[in-house]
């Protein structure tokens, strides 16, 4: 052997040997064998090594970023939970957007833990696989973080308690489950598609923005840390979705249209499970940052224009239906929060109807259709809760097969009318609420006729029982606790409790 | 002087959640582990089968033989969650951070017998890629494993085998004076050299296994249970003899993590014996195919390092391996 002697290696090498060198062909099982998954979707890769790591991280580094960083969130939520940092929130109105949070999204980040673990163990190429595994532990910190952020909150107020009960079982939330059971049980390059690109890249602002400056103007100190700290994962997981994009246009030619189909669906997947978010800004908030319309605008409308441009030098165009859904943001939150407002009875967290000053703000948000469409409809709710006649929507709704949201949205261009599509596959009629969701279904029928939806399930017999409380016993929701007008609830009382005592400590 | 500091008294409603509080047997104050792993896994009303593999939903009990009634009985004895398990690992590390700065520092890997270096390129720089093999395994467990409790602790694991497969490789660098031609030599005795062939194809069998329990039983029990001992303690000694004294002290991440890890695979596995009879022959005669496998692939990788001390060498490995595993309820 030849002495050593003193060398140096550049940062891009080191990184390289510390990684892709780990692996080898094997000899002894097929290739194939050991990666079974990477094939079957048709995308062609030609030579993994071409693959241009987006961020360079060894373990260690990975450990002591990482955990610095948990330390101090850590050492945040310590102190809002001895210092009674749930007293210093805008309004006990507000927490129902944590309740929607911890039902309806960190069960996703523990899925997506699973499957980029998938994605880490499966995709041939050593550079991604190894940027999966780490975006893996992210998720996996993601949803344990949420966990505990929020588990002060859940000592304080309802609703919170049941989370993973109800995110497998209430109908709203088998929205945002049947999207990412639709992205883990899609091959691997369709869920980097879905979750790297088409999520954590197009849309992730849409989602990160309004819940955590949502907290952020709320005064939940506790939330917006946990949102800043996994800001810096976010930023690796968008760099691994535009690289995943590109290598994959990349690689072959024939790669163009599965992928444009691939971003065509996730796009609209993505589009309707974020009108959950869009309700929750415009209606939830007692203190607003900025409309859903104006959202949309600055990170799908500018910023999503400008990547997709940059994209077209591959050939990949702007998601289809992109003009329709521009079009729906003035109508998607107005539209939910009407649904939700029926059916209070069944949700797992509080509704009210809009005071005049926030109907007044909706009014200028969206000069376009809330005055013209959605306050009468408002008026005459606050009429009949005057009268002693809440309204309650006491019939089970149909559901679109593909989105499941109940079929309350309107035809594009005509918002008077309720819009409906169907096809029939196998002898059997489906249902849907869109082009867009009937064309996703229609490419991949087999699948989504499969669809666990929550209405056909209690038709069935399957949910606890025909009554609604029998369901609401299934969905483990404590009727008069965790459901219904936040007028008259528990976490209104204890609220308006605290502030009384507050003042007279204060005064 | 004492003050009156003036409060606002809130009582909580709860203590945990309710899911939570139904493990812990009634609503009490619950650890961050316990939070952050019970339950937190989906288990009903999937919609769609996987394209990938049609037989079962994406998260599915059938993937294993192994058949528990409850999950999270697999409770990690380390309680580690994300926080406290990168706060550790970042601990750990800083110690091995220091010991390379002291070594290269001071030069002092020069200092080992020419002879004896190049025995190091031939038995430790090639496990970096055995380590590679047990983060893919580790990886396969957490996404196919069932239950937060072990999908939590399989990707902390897998993060812990690239970790050392990256020391492994470090000392590779430093071993060869700063480039990476050790770890090309290094790589080809794993290819080729007999002394490696069976050790990789017992990896590579272990990568196509279809059952990720059996999978946790090969890698972590059977031939971490083998190949840590006999490379970090008897080889480790034998480099002693030739003046590697300063190879020890890099090694020191591996033999802290490797008693780490031990104590989490023995709950497993003793957890799961427990649970059924059925269980119990499963595991066993996993246990007993995989250490026969691996006693014979690491013959000779034993007698290249130690010649004729190696039969004594792996005797001992063999018998140690063998009493922890009747201890955690299996049939040797």
């Known amino acids: ?507 | 002087m004492s003050i009156d500091i003036k409060t606002v008294n809130v009582e909580p409603k709860r203590q945990t959640f309710a899911h939570v509080a139904r493990r812990l047997g009634s609503d009490k104050p619950a650890s961050r582990y316990e939070e952050g792993v019970f339950d937190v896994q989906a288990t009903k009303h999937f919609h769609y089968r996987p394209l990938w593999g049609p037989e079962h939903w994406h998260f599915d009990e059938g993937r294993t033989a192994i058949g528990m009634e409850d999950w999270y009985l697999f409770k990690d004895p380390r309680q580690l969650y994300y926080g406290t398990y990168t706060i550790a690992r970042a601990n750990m590390h800083q110690t091995t951070d220091h010991n390379f700065a002291f070594e290269e520092k001071r030069d002092m890997l020069a200092n080992i017998d020419p002879a004896w270096r190049e025995m190091i390129v031939g038995y430790l720089i090639p496990l970096r890629h055995y380590e590679w093999g047990a983060n893919m395994n580790a990886c396969s467990i957490s996404d196919a494993g069932y239950g937060t409790a072990i999908t939590s602790a399989a990707i902390f694991t897998a993060g812990d085998r690239l970790g050392i497969a990256q020391i492994l490789s470090r000392i590779g660098i430093v071993l060869g004076g700063g480039d990476g031609e050790l770890l090309d030599e290094a790589k080809q005795q794993w290819m080729e050299a007999d002394a490696w062939q069976g050790v990789r194809k017992a990896v590579e069998d272990s990568l196509v296994l279809k059952d990720w329990f059996e999978a946790l039983l090969a890698q972590f029990l059977v031939m971490d249970g083998m190949i840590y001992p006999l490379v970090y303690n008897h080889f480790d000694t034998e480099g002693q003899r030739h003046g590697a004294a300063a190879l020890s002290m890099l090694c020191e991440f591996m033999v802290d993590w490797s008693a780490e890890h031990n104590r989490w695979v023995d709950a497993v596995v003793k957890v799961a014996a427990k649970e059924s009879d059925e269980n119990q022959a499963l595991l066993s005669d996993w246990y007993g195919t995989w250490r026969d496998t691996m006693t014979e692939a690491l013959a000779p990788l034993a007698s290249m390092v130690m010649a004729d001390a190696a039969e004594a060498a792996l005797r001992d490995v063999h018998q140690q391996l063998d009493d922890r595993a009747a201890k955690l309820g299996l049939s040797i």
């Open chain 1, 1 to 507: 052997m030849t002495p050593p002697r003193k060398k140096k290696l550049n940062l891009k090498k080191r990184y390289e040997l510390m990684t892709r060198g780990l692996d080898w062909e094997t000899s002894y099982q097929k290739m194939d064998d050991v990666f079974p998954y990477d094939t079957f979707e048709g995308i062609k890769i030609t030579d993994w090594s071409k693959w241009e790591d987006p961020f360079r991280l060894t373990m260690d580094a990975y450990w002591k970023y990482q955990g610095e960083k948990e330390r101090k969130l850590y050492a945040v939520l310590d102190s809002f939970a001895q210092n009674n940092g749930q007293l210093g929130i805008s309004d006990a109105r507000y927490v129902n957007a944590i309740k929607l949070f911890l039902t309806g999204v960190t069960p996703l980040e523990y899925q997506a833990h699973r499957h980029f673990a998938h994605l880490g163990r499966h995709i041939r190429g050593v550079g991604p696989r190894v940027a999966a595994q780490m975006q893996s532990l992210d998720e996996l910190r993601h949803a344990q973080t949420q966990i505990h952020t929020i588990s002060h909150y859940n000592k304080y107020f309802d609703g919170f308690a049941e989370f993973p009960h109800m995110h497998d079982r209430v109908w709203y939330l088998s929205v945002p489950k049947s999207f990412f059971d639709d992205a883990c049980s899609a091959g691997p390059f369709e869920f980097f598609t879905a979750i790297s690109f088409a999520f954590e890249y197009v849309l992730t602002n849409l989602l990160f923005v309004p819940f955590m400056s949502g907290a952020a103007y709320n005064g939940d100190l506790a939330t917006v840390t946990f949102g800043f700290s996994a800001q810096s994962d976010e930023a690796r997981h968008m760099t691994l979705g535009i690289e995943v994009i590109k290598f994959m246009l990349e690689q072959h030619p024939d790669n163009l249209p599965i992928v444009q189909q691939w971003v065509d669906k996730w796009f609209w997947r993505g589009h309707k499970m974020l009108g959950l978010v869009a309700m929750m800004m415009d209606y939830m908030l007692p203190k607003r940052i900025m409309s859903w319309k104006e959202a949309w605008e600055i990170y799908f409308t500018e910023a999503g224009g400008a990547l997709f441009e940059d994209l077209s030098r591959y050939g990949l165009r702007v998601p289809k239906y992109a003009d329709i859904a521009t079009d729906e943001a003035e109508h998607i939150s107005h539209q939910n929060w009407s649904i939700f407002y029926q059916y209070t009875q069944a949700a797992g967290f509080h509704t009210w109807l809009p005071s005049d000053e926030e109907m007044a703000w909706l009014s200028e948000k969206y000069p376009n259709t809330f005055d013209k469409y959605y306050r009468p409809r408002f008026e005459m709710w606050r009429e009949m809760e005057a009268r002693g006649e809440r309204f309650y929507n006491n019939a089970l709704p149909q559901l679109c097969q593909t989105c499941q949201i109940p079929m309350g949205y309107t035809e594009p261009g005509d918002p008077t009318r309720i819009g409906f599509r169907s096809t029939e596959y196998a002898g059997e009629r489906y249902h849907f609420c869109s082009d867009g969701c009937k064309d996703i279904f229609e490419n991949e029928p087999e699948k989504f006729s499969q669809a666990w939806l929550p209405v056909h399930q209690i038709f069935q017999g399957n949910c606890g029982g025909a009554e609604l409380s029998d369901v609401l016993e299934w969905y483990h929701m404590k009727n008069g606790t965790d459901n219904m007008d936040y007028t008259g609830s528990p976490d209104q009382k204890q609220w308006d409790a605290w502030q009384s005592v507050r003042k007279r400590v204060a005064g």
